[in-house]
């Protein structure tokens, strides 16, 4: 019998384990290890955010969930890899250290046969000074606990609008090296249907503050499709969506300090500057989780297994070399750790070669570009890629990966909200292939217009709403769950 042992329950790692225990039945293990007690549908929780759902709508215990597949359900959080087992055990294990279930703070040593790595991300407050809800002065979308707050503040803000006094509202990155502009995009542009819906919309300065060099960058180098019989940029379209709604941007940026009402900023020209606010969301950066490794002798090889961002190294080329250099090929295909052939990770845990959009560092050598985007559909896409290869590893079918995930190869679909009204709602709906650009194969764009589309409306915002209600189905194993896609 193999065990499989996932880190991490989000997309990526409930996606990799809950098809994997389908197809292996009960004839080998399935361990899922998170911190978390329950399931959140992220892209949801900027509508948590505005007051349209509730923390019910998003989330779902886990538990029950994975009792009725048959998964072993560990709730806690992973902090040690031990890909050659120890001094007394040659069995490969992770030590975990309880959350719940009764065992809080208990550690225990998990062995394994195959690991994906599917913690996700840290979110790195800390790296701005007063950047985040908890310890800082601006509110987060990240989790459903922090949009539930965030909507208090707005709706404390929409109070004082309509008392008649205005307000600065900033969304977008707090830091230098941020991804996820989209979640971002997706909440100013809700905040922005919701005080028009208010009737308070004159009263409210709304300003998009970014990492990005260029509106529609979102971490992926923008994106081009055909309009009118022309190619189109996504710098054009953006900029012709935040005109249209008044909403003033701030590009380059990267925030270096937060203080009550006001964000301090130095620019791509080396300029500094500051803002006030009454009420900001700006996404943090995202880091590893902080896992370390050892070997059988217990010395530290984290740098071996790890980035320096602390996300996993997987088979792809991290040979330092100029962005004119960077090639669709640098990207991994299998998801597998070049030093140890049984881990693998999926989704924002593995290190990316290198940056989607194009590398800037401004006079003062700050580094200001958006990090790449890897949630979402490419996310379970890599999660079910590296399951359907342990199983056939387990199976004898194949002693290495049978099926590949390539960011340069796959393409993805996104939906990102711009107002939730069943009538009038707002959605701007996006396809893209391949997600990373190959510019050898498609010279000049980096991608393929014809499978490479961009539109806005409310059809847009119907597909949405259906997808949060589909995927949570999925997620809860509900019947005919395999065959929706990822």
């Given at each position: 019998?193999?065990?499989?042992?996932?880190?991490?329950?989000?997309?990526?790692?409930?996606?990799?384990?809950?098809?994997?225990?389908?197809?292996?039945?009960?004839?080998?293990?399935v361990?899922?290890?998170?911190?978390?007690?329950?399931?959140?549908?992220?892209?949801?929780?900027?509508?948590?955010?505005?007051?349209?759902?509730?923390?019910?709508?998003?989330?779902?215990?886990?538990?029950?969930?994975?009792?009725?597949?048959?998964?072993?359900?560990?709730?806690?959080?992973?902090?040690?890899?031990?890909?050659?087992?120890g001094?007394?055990?040659?069995?490969?294990?992770?030590?975990?250290?309880?959350?719940?279930?009764?065992?809080d703070?208990?550690?225990?040593?998990?062995?394994?046969?195959?690991?994906?790595?599917?913690?996700?991300?840290?979110?790195?407050?800390?790296a701005?000074?007063?950047?985040?809800?908890?310890?800082?002065?601006?509110?987060?979308?990240?989790?459903?606990?922090?949009?539930?707050?965030a909507?208090?503040?707005?709706?404390?803000c929409?109070?004082k609008?309509?008392?008649?006094?205005?307000?600065?509202?900033?969304?977008?990155?707090?830091?230098?090296?941020?991804?996820?502009?989209?979640?971002?995009?997706?909440?100013?542009?809700?905040?922005?249907?919701?005080?028009?819906?208010?009737?308070?919309?004159?009263?409210?300065?709304?300003?998009?503050?970014?990492?990005?060099?260029?509106?529609?960058d979102?971490?992926?180098?923008?994106?081009?499709?055909?309009?009118?019989?022309?190619?189109?940029?996504?710098?054009?379209?953006?900029?012709?969506?935040?005109?249209?709604?008044d909403?003033?941007?701030?590009?380059?940026?990267?925030?270096?300090?937060?203080?009550?009402?006001?964000?301090?900023?130095?620019?791509?020209?080396?300029?500094?500057?500051?803002?006030?606010?009454?009420?900001?969301?700006?996404?943090?950066?995202?880091?590893?989780?902080?896992?370390k490794?050892?070997?059988?002798?217990?010395?530290?090889?984290?740098?071996?297994?790890?980035?320096?961002?602390?996300?996993?190294?997987?088979?792809?080329?991290?040979?330092?070399?100029?962005f004119?250099e960077?090639?669709?090929?640098?990207?991994?295909?299998?998801?597998?750790?070049?030093?140890?052939?049984?881990?693998?990770?999926?989704?924002?845990?593995?290190?990316?070669?290198?940056?989607?959009?194009?590398?800037?560092?401004?006079?003062?050598?700050?580094?200001?570009?958006?990090?790449?985007?890897?949630?979402?559909?490419?996310?379970?896409?890599?999660?079910?890629?590296?399951?359907?290869?342990?199983?056939?590893?387990?199976?004898?079918?194949?002693?290495?990966p049978?099926?590949?995930?390539?960011?340069?190869?796959?393409?993805?679909?996104?939906?990102a909200?711009?107002?939730?009204?069943?009538?009038?709602?707002?959605?701007?709906?996006?396809?893209?292939?391949?997600?990373?650009?190959?510019?050898?194969?498609?010279p000049?764009?980096g991608?393929?217009?014809?499978?490479?589309?961009?539109?806005?409306?409310?059809?847009?915002?119907?597909?949405?709403?259906?997808?949060?209600?589909?995927?949570?189905?999925?997620?809860?194993?509900?019947?005919?769950?395999?065959?929706?896609?990822?």
């Amino acid at each position: 019998m193999a065990r499989v042992v996932v880190l991490g329950g989000g997309v990526s790692g409930h996606t990799a384990a809950t098809f994997l225990k389908d197809w292996l039945g009960s004839q080998h293990e399935v361990v899922v290890v998170t911190p978390n007690s329950k399931w959140n549908w992220i892209p949801s929780n900027i509508w948590v955010g505005v007051g349209k759902m509730k923390k019910d709508d998003v989330v779902f215990d886990l538990a029950p969930v994975y009792e009725k597949a048959g998964i072993d359900y560990r709730q806690a959080k992973a902090l040690s890899i031990h890909p050659e087992g120890g001094k007394e055990s040659e069995q490969p294990f992770v030590t975990v250290e309880y959350t719940g279930q009764g065992k809080d703070g208990e550690k225990e040593e998990i062995t394994y046969d195959y690991l994906i790595n599917a913690t996700g991300p840290k979110l790195n407050f800390g790296a701005t000074e007063g950047l985040g809800p908890d310890n800082g002065h601006t509110v987060s979308v990240c989790t459903a606990d922090h949009a539930i707050h965030a909507n208090e503040e707005l709706q404390k803000c929409i109070a004082k609008m309509k008392a008649g006094e205005k307000q600065t509202i900033v969304i977008g990155t707090g830091h230098g090296m941020c991804t996820c502009q989209g979640a971002a995009f997706e909440y100013i542009f809700n905040i922005e249907y919701e005080l028009n819906k208010a009737g308070v919309r004159d009263k409210a300065e709304l300003i998009w503050l970014t990492n990005e060099s260029f509106l529609g960058d979102f971490g992926m180098g923008g994106m081009h499709v055909h309009r009118g019989g022309y190619i189109a940029s996504s710098k054009v379209f953006a900029e012709s969506l935040y005109a249209e709604k008044d909403i003033e941007w701030i590009l380059g940026a990267h925030v270096t300090k937060i203080e009550d009402g006001k964000i301090y900023y130095e620019t791509l020209d080396g300029d500094t500057d500051e803002q006030e606010f009454d009420f900001s969301m700006l996404i943090p950066p995202f880091g590893g989780v902080g896992l370390k490794a050892y070997d059988k002798e217990g010395a530290d090889i984290t740098d071996n297994v790890f980035a320096p961002n602390g996300f996993m190294k997987v088979d792809a080329d991290y040979t330092p070399k100029p962005f004119e250099e960077w090639k669709a090929s640098d990207w991994p295909k299998t998801l597998q750790n070049p030093s140890y052939k049984n881990l693998f990770a999926v989704g924002i845990a593995f290190a990316p070669p290198h940056l989607i959009s194009k590398p800037m560092k401004n006079p003062n050598g700050t580094p200001i570009n958006p990090t790449p985007p890897r949630t979402g559909m490419p996310s379970a896409m890599m999660g079910k890629a590296v399951a359907q290869s342990i199983r056939d590893m387990i199976e004898g079918k194949s002693d290495k990966p049978t099926h590949t995930a390539c960011m340069s190869e796959m393409g993805a679909a996104c939906v990102a909200s711009a107002g939730n009204g069943f009538f009038d709602g707002m959605a701007v709906s996006m396809t893209v292939y391949p997600v990373v650009p190959d510019y050898e194969k498609y010279p000049g764009v980096g991608r393929d217009l014809e499978y490479t589309s961009g539109e806005i409306g409310l059809a847009g915002h119907w597909i949405k709403l259906f997808l949060h209600h589909a995927f949570i189905w999925k997620a809860k194993l509900k019947p005919l769950w395999k065959i929706i896609p990822e």
